[in-house]
């Protein structure tokens, strides 16, 4: 969040019974009951007192380094941004290494075409530590709307923007793994497989489509 602040700015607001903080590629939203202390001290590290119920505000960084904020009027509404992602993906059991940063590989469904996110802003971001410790972990395969991958439980929905690969990826790694799926059952752990079933299930029961 820190590095957010300074680069682009950081968003955060006090939204539906939720806190939403996000920045140019990454966003959390978190019902508040199930917000970690920590994970609420470290905003306020960041930016003071958390918003009041139904503010939002874009925290900045000013040229004599002082924090400047301003209203944020516009801003989204993950749940239903989630809720419009039909498509979804699966992590791969291989990542890439462009310095300084190193990226997750996930291959989307609808086409099994693959795309990269940075590691650091992808799965497991979010500890268990953060969290309330009842709640489920982060699923294994996010729902994706174009390039955005967004990791859904019972308490918190994140999401993270894809980055096209690196041209060594795109034009000689990638083109010789057409073909591949990793969504065939050899690829997924049985245990992991019931898992996603059951969530599946559960999620169409409660969604309109």
Same mark, same amino acid.
């Given at each position: 969040?820190?590095?957010?602040?300074?680069?682009?700015?950081?968003?955060?607001?006090?939204?539906?019974?939720?806190?939403?903080?996000?920045?140019?590629?990454?966003?959390?939203?978190?019902?508040?009951?199930?917000?970690?202390?920590?994970?609420?001290?470290?905003?306020?590290?960041?930016?003071?007192?958390?918003?009041?119920?139904?503010?939002?505000?874009?925290?900045?960084?000013?040229?004599?380094?002082?924090?400047?904020?301003?209203?944020?009027?516009?801003?989204?509404?993950?749940? @239903?941004?989630?809720? *419009?992602?039909?498509?979804?993906?699966?992590?791969?059991?291989?990542?890439?290494?462009?310095?300084?940063?190193?990226?997750?590989?996930?291959? *989307?469904?609808?086409?099994?075409?693959?795309?990269?996110?940075? *590691?650091?802003?992808?799965?497991?971001?979010?500890?268990?530590?953060?969290?309330?410790?009842?709640?489920?972990?982060?699923?294994?395969?996010?729902?994706?709307?174009?390039?955005?991958?967004?990791?859904?439980?019972?308490?918190?929905?994140?999401?993270?923007?894809?980055?096209?690969?690196?041209?060594?990826?795109?034009?000689?790694?990638?083109?010789?793994? *057409?073909?591949?799926?990793?969504?065939?059952?050899?690829?997924?752990?049985?245990?992991? @497989?019931?898992?996603?079933?059951?969530?599946?299930?559960?999620?169409?029961?409660?969604?309109?489509?």
């Amino acid at each position: 969040m820190k590095a957010s602040l300074k680069k682009h700015g950081l968003i955060v607001g006090n939204v539906d019974d939720h806190c939403l903080v996000y920045s140019d590629c990454w966003g959390v939203y978190v019902e508040h009951q199930y917000a970690s202390n920590k994970f609420k001290a470290a905003i306020m590290e960041l930016i003071g007192d958390l918003p009041e119920p139904g503010e939002c505000y874009h925290y900045t960084i000013g040229a004599d380094k002082e924090l400047v904020q301003e209203a944020a009027i516009d801003y989204p509404d993950p749940f @239903e941004d989630w809720k *419009r992602a039909k498509d979804f993906a699966a992590i791969t059991p291989m990542f890439l290494t462009a310095w300084p940063h190193e990226y997750l590989v996930f291959q *989307r469904h609808s086409d099994l075409s693959f795309l990269t996110a940075k *590691r650091k802003l992808s799965c497991d971001v979010i500890s268990a530590s953060e969290l309330d410790h009842m709640a489920e972990g982060m699923p294994r395969r996010p729902s994706m709307l174009c390039s955005v991958l967004y990791f859904k439980n019972e308490t918190t929905i994140y999401w993270v923007h894809t980055e096209s690969p690196e041209t060594k990826a795109r034009e000689v790694l990638f083109p010789h793994m *057409r073909g591949i799926s990793f969504f065939e059952d050899d690829w997924i752990d049985q245990e992991e @497989e019931e898992l996603t079933d059951l969530k599946e299930e559960a999620a169409e029961e409660q969604l309109p489509y």
